[in-house]
């Protein structure tokens, strides 16, 4: 383990200073063992945190840094003011086309990148600011969902941002999955209501796994993952032993926390599917499954799962249950609500690095856009000369 590496907590004066004003100071974690120490003032702010999802939640940080954090580069900026910890910012250095950036904890396997504020202190959001100002060229968020704290901060930025296009989310609300589908058109009502009778017909009960059963119960989902996936494209990192390795710590220390479930699938005693959910402050989120793969052939899968996770996500009171990231024709055929997530990108400094940097970010993310432009093109004359055929076939020959 490295050596504690953290910075002296170093004085920070927002505006002007008066008798019996706040004192505020910031500090940067740069190790293991910093953001340990940090763990209980973390888990407050966390949970003073009402958006707040568990990719900001002490163990998954803790977690993630453990395993695919490299030494001395942590940057775990926090604000605090008179002693109490208001901001917490979880970055790590990276170099990218010779800039400095900061980059989120949790890399690409986080589906929200943001950061911590405490809602309640009118300071917060300038302290933090200003305590990030020399630490590095840029810091690039890729994964911020509307109503992030992060879009608090690029209100207030000193110098012009970058805001592009990422990933979309699919989302539902937080209700019986029989109350949801009440509301679908006709056609499509009956294709789902049919589908959820014959979960209930395979008499599918759940049971969600106590954190001592958390090592067995994430081995079967990711076994369960890479058959499900055997003959379709899978995320190559969740095949890795680091990966494995990571998620067994994030989820012991989530479900010791309350702050995930890990949840068993079982027809009789059969385990034919496992799923993690992640348990926000206000919504749950399907982060990853796996499942027998001759389960499709006798029921939706999809709807299985939802059955279970939306009933449990309204008994906790949870607003939302959220699919994540990927825009999957299947989530469609349950009518979510389509989130928009942005990559922003907020330069530090004014040197060429960065601008290099961001002018690189902007080219590449619209080149993107017109690949994915092409793509749907593609998809509708292809579905337009599919139903000219199916007409031409049913039709008079030709004249």
Same mark, same amino acid.
């Given at each position: 383990?490295?050596?504690?590496?953290?910075?002296?907590?170093?004085?920070?004066?927002?505006?002007?200073?008066?008798?019996?004003?706040?004192?505020?100071?910031?500090?940067?974690?740069?190790?293991?063992?910093?953001?340990?120490?940090?763990?209980?003032?973390?888990?407050?702010?966390?949970?003073?945190?009402?958006?707040?999802?568990?990719?900001?939640?002490?163990?998954?940080?803790?977690?993630?840094?453990?395993?695919?954090?490299?030494?001395?580069?942590?940057?775990?900026?926090?604000?605090?003011?008179?002693?109490?910890?208001?901001?917490?910012?979880?970055?790590?250095?990276?170099?990218?086309?010779?800039?400095?950036?900061?980059?989120?904890?949790?890399?690409?396997?986080?589906?929200?990148?943001?950061?911590?504020?405490?809602?309640?202190?009118?300071?917060?959001?300038?302290?933090?600011?200003?305590?990030?100002?020399?630490?590095?060229?840029?810091?690039?968020?890729?994964?911020?969902?509307?109503?992030?704290?992060?879009?608090?901060?690029?209100?207030?930025?000193?110098?012009?941002?970058?805001?592009?296009?990422?990933?979309?989310?699919?989302?539902?609300?937080?209700?019986?999955?029989?109350?949801?589908?009440?509301?679908?058109?006709?056609?499509?009502?009956?294709?789902?209501?049919?589908?959820?009778?014959?979960?209930?017909?395979?008499?599918?009960?759940?049971?969600?796994?106590?954190?001592?059963?958390?090592?067995?119960?994430?081995?079967?989902?990711?076994?369960?993952?890479?058959?499900?996936?055997?003959?379709?494209?899978?995320?190559?990192?969740?095949?890795?032993?680091?990966?494995? !390795?990571?998620?067994? $710590? /994030?989820?012991? *220390?989530?479900? #010791? =926390?309350?702050?995930? @479930?890990?949840?068993?699938?079982?027809? &009789?005693?059969?385990?034919?599917?496992?799923?993690?959910?992640?348990?926000?402050?206000?919504?749950?989120?399907?982060?990853?499954?796996?499942h027998r793969p001759e389960l499709r052939d006798t029921l939706n899968v999809t709807a299985m799962l939802l059955a279970a996770d939306l009933s449990a996500?309204?008994?906790?009171?949870?607003?939302?249950?959220?699919?994540?990231?990927?825009?999957?024709?299947?989530?469609?055929?349950?009518?979510?609500?389509?989130?928009?997530?942005?990559?922003?990108?907020?330069?530090?400094?004014?040197?060429?690095?960065?601008?290099?940097?961001?002018?690189?970010?902007?080219?590449?993310?619209?080149?993107?856009?017109?690949?994915?432009? !092409?793509?749907?093109? $593609? /998809?509708?004359? *292809?579905?337009? #000369? =599919?139903?000219?055929? @199916?007409?031409?076939?049913?039709?008079? &020959?030709?004249?």
């Amino acid at each position: 383990m490295a050596a504690r590496e953290d910075a002296a907590p170093r004085a920070l004066v927002v505006g002007a200073r008066e008798a019996g004003a706040p004192v505020w100071t910031t500090r940067v974690t740069t190790d293991l063992a910093g953001l340990r120490d940090l763990r209980v003032d973390l888990d407050r702010l966390y949970r003073a945190d009402g958006r707040a999802m568990p990719f900001l939640a002490p163990g998954w940080l803790e977690a993630w840094w453990a395993v695919y954090g490299r030494r001395g580069r942590l940057r775990l900026v926090t604000v605090w003011e008179d002693g109490v910890l208001r901001a917490a910012a979880p970055f790590h250095e990276v170099r990218r086309l010779g800039a400095r950036v900061l980059a989120p904890v949790g890399g690409s396997l986080a589906d929200h990148t943001d950061v911590l504020l405490d809602g309640a202190s009118d300071g917060a959001v300038p302290a933090l600011v200003g305590a990030l100002r020399d630490l590095a060229d840029v810091v690039d968020l890729p994964e911020v969902p509307p109503g992030a704290n992060v879009r608090r901060l690029a209100e207030v930025w000193p110098r012009p941002l970058l805001a592009r296009p990422s990933s979309t989310t699919a989302q539902l609300p937080a209700r019986p999955v029989e109350e949801i589908v009440a509301g679908f058109p006709s056609r499509t009502r009956g294709h789902r209501r049919r589908e959820l009778r014959s979960v209930a017909a395979a008499a599918v009960h759940h049971r969600e796994l106590r954190p001592d059963e958390v090592g067995g119960g994430v081995a079967r989902l990711l076994a369960l993952h890479r058959e499900a996936w055997a003959h379709r494209t899978i995320t190559l990192e969740h095949t890795r032993p680091r990966f494995a !390795d990571f998620l067994t $710590r /994030a989820t012991r *220390a989530l479900v #010791r =926390s309350g702050d995930a @479930a890990l949840v068993e699938h079982r027809v &009789g005693d059969d385990v034919v599917a496992v799923e993690l959910v992640l348990l926000g402050r206000d919504a749950a989120g399907g982060y990853l499954y796996g499942h027998r793969p001759e389960l499709r052939d006798t029921l939706n899968v999809t709807a299985m799962l939802l059955a279970a996770d939306l009933s449990a996500a309204a008994d906790r009171g949870l607003a939302t249950f959220s699919m994540l990231r990927g825009g999957e024709a299947y989530k469609d055929h349950w009518h979510p609500q389509t989130v928009r997530h942005e990559r922003l990108v907020l330069p530090l400094r004014g040197t060429r690095r960065a601008a290099v940097y961001l002018h690189a970010v902007r080219a590449s993310s619209l080149a993107r856009e017109r690949l994915r432009e !092409d793509a749907r093109c $593609r /998809a509708a004359v *292809a579905r337009l #000369r =599919s139903a000219r055929r @199916a007409v031409g076939g049913v039709g008079h &020959g030709p004249r």
